[in-house]
């Protein structure tokens, strides 16, 4: 899945330490909710290049309101 991925996009962003202080503050708000730190870290990096949708299977991702989760299931129909 991995290797398809990278086939799939021209650009990997790096993970800076503002995307870290921000993904901080997002998982102390929703990791009640379930958001793990890794799911933070994507968010801060989308947030941080004004980024608003993701492709991912992860739930979680829906309860930002700043991001469009796309299922990838959505893509076999």
Excluded: K, W, Y
Aim: proline share 4%; net charge negative.
């Amino acid at each position: 899945m991995s290797e398809n991925t990278l086939a799939l996009i021209d650009t990997v962003l790096p993970v800076n330490r503002e995307d870290v202080r921000v993904a901080v503050t997002i998982h102390r708000r929703l990791g009640p909710q379930g958001v793990t730190a890794r799911d933070a870290i994507h968010a801060a990096v989308l947030g941080n290049n004004s980024i608003s949708a993701i492709v991912s299977a992860d739930v979680h991702f829906d309860l930002f309101d700043n991001i469009s989760r796309i299922d990838p299931e959505d893509f076999r129909r």
